[in-house]
């Protein structure tokens, strides 16, 4: 087996494969990466057993063969390497020599026999879709998924598939998020799908995505998510659980009578000029809302303040409340827009946070007691 490469043509999916995959194993084999040569393209593999990305590249020359090398280790040498330099790969004797100009490495491998077989889906629902438009709803949302929570199911991504949309959701119990993309889905036989996707692979999936046109195909298996664009396959198991009824949380438009419209980036940063005295173990932030003006205050255990106000359209009548910081500027940092309407119904009821002109999607932030 040998083959040819540009080292950016090799770095970029390296990359990707070197995040999947976990340094730690307790398999040898699952800290290597799969090379397969064919036709002058190289297949690569890494897993972790809950996760397996497959990518393949075009190369300049190649001779067939497969094998297995540390991720970490062909993934550091390419790093480290000068830009647009050109890599030599040659298997010889259960070792892999790589060239670059000087420098030589040489690498132990392991038989490709025994790297873990990829499973593609062929029954499912699929769905096509623009790649933009699925990284867009994963980035408005997915800061809100718990991590490490005892509930495992609020640790993953709900996807709720109709004939006409698809809906994202994430809790952690504090803080809702929820996106929806208009999308004509064929093949459902129940009225509403519903999947939860881990963390771990919302995340790595959020950074593989470009924000363009480009096609993008999910297959929806019973266990498991596959998706598929570019020359790339990702597959993801998916969490064995109920996701709890979300639509409780949601407040009703109609009962809440305070609204404020906001500058979102006004807001934001003053927030962040807020936060710099909230202590690591208490994060409230005390908002104290009047016409046309929003009192913003924050203290922590050494007794020292920061006060701050900024106007504001504000309809109702005066409303002193609490709410974490920082679930509140990572809800107003997901937000795409110029401007956001908070919505309130009392002192002990939710915000309802929603952007303006965007209708697509809408947070809610539990309220702290001070």
């Given at each position: ?7 950016e ?25 799969l090379?397969v ?7 690569m593999t ?33 790093r ?9 790969f ?9 060239r ?7 690498l ?23 790649q933009?438009s ?24 709900l ?32 009225d509403?799908l ?36 570019l ?16 639509n ?24 962040i ?16 809302f ?12 050494e ?7 900024i ?15 920082t679930?509140?500027l ?27 002109g ?11 007691k001070?």
């Amino acid at each position: 087996m040998k083959f040819t490469i540009i080292r950016e043509t090799l770095l970029e999916p390296l990359s990707r494969i070197h995040n999947i995959i976990e340094n730690r194993r307790t398999l040898p084999i699952l800290s290597n990466v799969l090379l397969v040569t064919r036709d002058n393209t190289l297949s690569m593999t890494g897993t972790d057993m809950e996760m397996e990305l497959i990518t393949n590249v075009e190369l300049i020359d190649s001779s067939p063969g497969e094998t297995t090398v540390s991720a970490r280790k062909i993934f550091d040498i390419c790093r480290a390497l000068p830009a647009g330099a050109e890599i030599s790969f040659v298997q010889e004797k259960g070792k892999a020599i790589v060239r670059a100009g000087n420098s030589r490495f040489l690498l132990g491998t392991l038989p490709a026999a025994e790297y873990p077989n990829s499973s593609i889906l062929t029954e499912g629902t699929r769905i096509v879709g623009k790649q933009g438009s699925i990284k867009e709803l994963i980035e408005l949302t997915q800061f809100a998924i718990a991590n490490q929570d005892v509930r495992y199911w609020l640790n993953g991504l709900l996807l709720e598939i109709s004939k006409k949309s698809i809906r994202v959701v994430a809790t952690d119990g504090h803080r809702l998020a929820l996106a929806e993309l208009d999308l004509e889905v064929d093949g459902i036989d129940e009225d509403i799908l519903q999947l939860i996707v881990p963390r771990k692979g919302v995340g790595e999936l959020a950074k593989m995505l470009g924000t363009g046109e480009d096609k993008i195909e999910l297959c929806i298996g019973s266990n498991a998510l596959q998706i598929e664009f570019l020359d790339t396959r990702f597959t993801t198991k998916l969490i064995d659980g109920r996701y709890p009824d979300y639509n409780g949380v949601l407040p009703n438009l109609s009962q809440c009578n305070k609204e404020a419209l906001i500058e979102k980036e006004l807001l934001r940063q003053t927030l962040i000029r807020s936060a710099i005295l909230c202590g690591e173990g208490h994060r409230a932030v005390r908002m104290l809302f009047n016409k046309n003006s929003l009192q913003i205050n924050t203290r922590n255990m050494e007794r020292e303040e920061a006060d701050d106000e900024i106007y504001i359209d504000y309809v109702g009548e005066p409303l002193e409340i609490g709410f974490n910081i920082t679930y509140l500027l990572e809800a107003i940092g997901a937000i795409p827009t110029k401007e956001i309407r908070l919505h309130f119904k009392d002192v002990s009821g939710s915000c309802l946070i929603k952007p303006v002109g965007k209708e697509n999607c809408q947070y809610v932030v539990m309220p702290m007691k001070l």
